[in-house]
């Protein structure tokens, strides 16, 4: 069956980057787009942006533009979401999720990432 | 409005029907942008319920239903059981912020 598992929690300085994966499994990884999405405490979800895993065009929020990559890495199914600069406002859970006949089929567990000094 | 707005929490007795509304505005559910549904519980992945307004991917009971009207969209969950209490959330696109949106989620309880 379709999953996508996430790396686990990180914790970072202000400042810093952070780097997450999403490792999809059950599924032709090429032919459908990833999206991610952020959840800060007591909010709700946030779109970040998306890539398209067979070309790796990419399209950000502008929330997140210039501050957000997202990559692919095709030989292991996996994507991966970069958010630099971050700030105490990032801290949130991150999620991945698969999107196929434009809805999110199938979601990543989510991420927790804490900016703390 | 560019936001998709939902009730904070609805609660039902197990056995009953409860509904939960998601209203958006003329960017996005008014512009024809369908929505999807999702259940999710706190520490797990989310699930989809229903996709493109009205319809349930395989494997999701019957119990839980969509309708539409104008820029309003409702979530029906009958028959109500202690395993449906979790937070679910509505999600679409809005073509003025040209970025997928999402409700602030609805906390059900079942009583």
């Known amino acids: 069956q379709v999953q996508l598992v996430q790396s686990g929690a990180e914790v970072k300085k202000p400042g810093a980057s952070v780097k997450v994966s999403c490792k999809t499994s059950?599924?032709?990884?090429?032919?459908?787009?990833i999206h991610w999405m952020r959840q800060a405490p007591g909010q709700r979800l946030e779109w970040m942006g998306w890539?398209?895993?067979?070309?790796?065009?990419?399209k950000f929020s502008q929330s997140f533009q210039g501050r957000v990559t997202i990559s692919t890495d095709t030989s292991a199914s996996t994507v991966y979401l970069e958010l630099s600069s971050l700030t105490s406002e990032d801290t949130g859970v991150f999620y991945c999720?698969?999107?196929?006949?434009?809805?999110?089929?199938?979601w990543g567990q989510g991420t927790q990432v804490t900016v703390s000094a | 409005q560019s936001l998709l707005t939902q009730p904070p929490s609805v609660s039902g007795a197990p056995g009953q029907r409860v509904t939960i509304s998601c209203t958006g505005g003329?960017?996005?559910?008014?512009?024809?942008?369908?929505v999807n549904w999702y259940q999710h519980l706190p520490g797990t992945a989310p699930k989809a319920l229903i996709y493109?307004?009205?319809n349930r991917p395989s494997g999701v009971p019957e119990r839980f239903t969509g309708s539409k009207s104008g820029t309003s969209v409702s979530l029906a969950i009958s028959g109500l059981q202690a395993e449906d209490e979790a937070d679910y959330f509505c999600?679409?696109?809005?073509?003025?912020?040209?970025?997928?949106?999402f409700g602030g989620g609805t906390k059900l309880t079942v009583l």
């Open positions: 003329s960017s996005n559910i008014g512009s024809g942008y369908d």
């Open positions: 890539i398209n895993s067979g070309t790796s065009n990419t």
């Open positions: 059950g599924y032709t990884f090429t032919k459908y787009a």
């Open positions: 493109a307004n009205f």
């Open positions: 999720a698969l999107f196929r006949d434009a809805y999110y089929t199938t």
């Open positions: 999600q679409s696109y809005d073509t003025s912020l040209t970025a997928f949106i």
